[in-house]
């Protein structure tokens, strides 16, 4: 009888768990239905602004108390969210932490240690790309584990720069290099801190240990003055949220497949690529944004004092805003656009490949890198091919308008200001947008078809100016000023 009743118990008790988790997956899909989101969405956002109580609670509780709670609370809240958006395929992280540790532990400070970092991290996660890709965006365990891959790459090369002599270090170097050896706890506090596992941004071991150890904070002894900062962070995120959520319904990538896209004019399809370039970019300023507003409410994004001792809060900084909405320059906004990220590839691979002796090659390599990380598909490569391309045949411009006598007067007439933005500011948002429709439509079939519905007009123009300038170059710039250059 007694077993009988311990089975009856059982059973209600899984069915109320299978009950309770239908609820859950209903209320949600319909949430996401009604919100014109898919699921997978509507459970990422949510698990970026819970990031926003958490960070209270670690305020309030845990700022100077003792450094295993932290590791430990961090910990157990990032593995909370992974399972959240990815249930039990949190173990692919979990995975690649551990042998992360034991990699640091048992192969030292070496650059065997940092060459097998890259390669098992690297290929785990181009072997998720592989076996989880489809033709579509898609929300999956692979998209935090693309963060995640950064920071253990990271780690194991600041661990190895942490063995050397301090004096052989750059300063930058020095910076970021590791003395002390990292127990498996502070490795799993460092990966899973809940306001950058999703999204982002990147930081050091180094920068997440003053967390820990309460140093990062305006005021020695006391709690950061980070709530207003932090709340200026989030409410640009919203406004953001909501331009996007406005948008979205309207200007669509699917739409630059449609035939109704390729029946209208040249210059409507021209002038629909520039609008949703810019627009495109918005659901990933929004994330940034709202992030960011967390790693400063922690005290994360403490970076020190300004000139005038006022606290800077950049520290995490993946969005510099006003730089990104009015910059007429494809390097202007690539230094505007995810910081952090940009600055893991300038610190991690392009300077240590300066052996290359070749800086033009550096830089290749590390938009090679940067598409591969972010996926397998060709239009990853097609979109950092192009920003190569683009950034070069800009250099190329600028240098010409400076030393040409001729274009250098033209380019300061005051009254002509506003007529030169504009023309900058069309070509950089057209051709953004033609290298992002590579880069959100991902297969050769889909970012083909478009391009060929305009002619290939961004290769055709940059490729044609990369040719075209250096004669120009010769042409409109005097031997003195070509002579004052190289002197």
């Known amino acids: 009888m007694a077993s009988a009743a311990e089975g009856d118990v059982g059973t209600v008790a899984e069915l109320a768990r299978v009950l309770r988790w239908g609820l859950e997956e209903l209320s ?11 699921e997978q969405a509507l459970r990422l956002i949510i698990s970026i602004f819970v990031g926003y109580p958490l960070a209270v609670f670690f305020r309030r509780y845990l700022f100077f108390k003792d450094s295993y709670l932290i590791h430990l609370f961090h910990t157990f809240t990032g593995l909370s969210i992974a399972y959240f958006n990815f249930g039990h395929q949190l173990y692919h992280s979990v995975l690649c932490v551990v042998l992360q540790f034991l990699i640091l532990r048992l192969m030292g400070r070496t650059i065997t240690a940092v060459l097998a970092t890259y390669c098992f991290q690297m290929v785990y996660l181009l072997a998720g790309y592989y076996y989880t890709a489809t033709g ?36 930058e170097q020095q910076k970021y290099a590791i003395r002390g050896v990292p127990s498996l706890l502070e490795v799993a506090g460092f990966s899973y801190f809940y306001g950058a596992f999703l999204v982002g941004p990147q930081f050091s071991m180094n920068h997440y240990m003053k967390l820990v150890q309460g140093q990062l904070t305006d005021v ?15 409410s640009l995120g919203l406004v953001y949220l909501v331009g996007y959520t406005l948008l979205s319904p309207h200007i669509t990538e699917d739409y630059l497949l449609t035939e109704d896209y390729e029946n209208h004019p040249f ?32 005290g994360l ?18 969005m ?48 090679f890198f940067l598409a591969l990380w972010h996926g397998l598909h060709s239009g990853y490569l097609v979109c950092f091919q192009m920003e190569f391309l683009i950034v070069i045949v800009e250099k190329q411009a600028a240098s010409l308008i400076q030393e040409s006598p001729t274009l250098r007067n033209l380019a300061s007439i005051t009254v002509l200001q506003p007529l030169y933005y504009l023309m900058q500011q069309t070509i950089h948002w057209l051709f953004m947008g033609y290298s992002m429709t590579a880069f959100c439509l991902f297969t ?16 055709v123009f940059f490729l044609s100016l990369l040719f075209i300038l250096p004669y120009v170059h010769k042409a409109m710039v005097p031997r003195k000023e070509k002579l004052k250059k190289m002197g």
């Open 220 to 234: 020695p002894g006391k709690i950061p003055n980070s709530t207003i900062p932090a709340l200026r962070r989030l």
């Open 267 to 298: 210059w409507f399809r021209c002038m629909y690529m520039l609008l949703w370039g810019k627009f495109v970019l918005y659901k990933y300023v929004t994330c940034w944004l709202v992030t960011e507003g967390v790693c400063i409410l922690t």
């Open 320 to 367: 510099k805003v006003w730089l990104f909405e009015t910059t007429p320059r494809f390097s202007g906004t690539i230094a505007s656009f995810n910081i952090n990220t940009n600055a893991w590839v300038a610190r991690y691979f392009f300077k240590r490949l300066k052996f290359l002796g070749n800086k033009e090659l550096s830089q290749g390599l590390s938009l």
């Open 444 to 459: 050769w079939d889909k970012w083909f078809k478009v391009y060929k519905s305009i002619y290939f007009l961004g290769h």
């Open 28 to 38: 949600l899909n319909k949430l996401a239905t009604s919100l014109g989101a898919s």
């Open 301 to 318: 994004g403490f970076n020190a004092f300004d000139e005038h001792g006022k606290a800077k809060w950049d520290a995490c900084a993946n």
């Open 136 to 171: 579509n965006y898609d929300i999956k365990w692979t998209m935090p584990h693309c963060v995640l891959t950064l920071k253990l790459i990271g780690l194991a090369v600041d661990y190895f720069d942490g063995g050397k002599d301090q004096n052989s270090l750059s300063s």
